[in-house]
T-cell receptor
């Protein structure tokens, strides 16, 4: 399978714990995006990388959130001191930086904070 | 901020019927995309539109990029049960790094 993959698919954690999610983009894609989706809403942009550089962060991304893409391939999204309001589906997408940069999404990581 | 208004919010139709949904905004966009999302899964890209006025088909799906660049619609012809899901429009501005703005979604239910 050469699509976008995410791990884990589901994560249940207690409030105050730290969690980390991983995204592996389509191999030739140099752009990687993170979105958050809550129930009944469309995905909302969090941040994106071009290669290893993080180029934009949404104001939705509080100081408790950090994302990395150290070698320009896979990316991690860490949430520190989780809160119940962090419960959501976290989606990763990838695209090419040039030409028609259609974004292809992974299956998502469903986070539940108890 | 930029917003996409997607309608209708939900649709209940009989198998075989045609479906139409649309997305409007007060902002101009360079690209419109339509995605379908099944429960517990990520959005799957259906159609991408790059030019104002462009009409593109993908099987039973047809989508158009509005001439004003502020709207788009998606039609599904002869619906079947597997069309059930949530359809999202999304718009992209190149000079904002290609991030997508999504509509609120249209939930489609198809009765066999």
């Amino acid at each position: 399978d050469t699509g976008v993959s995410q791990d884990p698919r589901h994560k249940i954690t207690k409030r105050g714990q730290n969690v980390t999610f991983r995204c592996d983009p389509i191999s030739e894609h140099n752009r990687l995006y993170w979105y958050r989706q809550t129930l009944g809403q469309g995905p909302e942009f969090l941040t994106y990388f071009q290669n290893e550089a993080q180029l934009e962060k949404s104001r939705l991304l509080s100081d408790r959130f950090s994302a990395e893409r150290p070698k320009g391939s896979f990316s991690t999204l860490e949430i520190q001191r989780t809160e119940q309001g962090d419960s959501a589906m976290y989606l990763c997408a990838s695209s090419l930086a040039s030409g028609y940069n259609e974004q292809f999404f992974g299956p998502g990581t469903r986070l539940t904070v108890l | 901020g930029q917003q996409l208004n997607q309608s209708p919010q939900s649709m209940f139709i009989q198998e075989g019927e045609d479906v139409s949904m649309n997305c409007t905004s007060s902002s101009i966009f360079n690209t419109w995309l339509w995605y379908k999302q099944d429960p517990g899964e990520g959005p799957v890209l259906l159609i991408a539109l790059y030019k104002a006025g462009e009409l593109t088909s993908n099987g039973r799906l047809t989508a158009q990029f509005g001439i004003t660049r502020k709207d788009s619609f998606l039609n599904i012809s002869a619906s079947i049960p597997s069309d059930v899901g949530i359809y999202f429009c999304a718009a992209l501005i190149y000079n904002q790094g290609g991030k997508l703005i999504f509509g609120q979604g249209t939930e489609l239910s198809v009765k066999p």
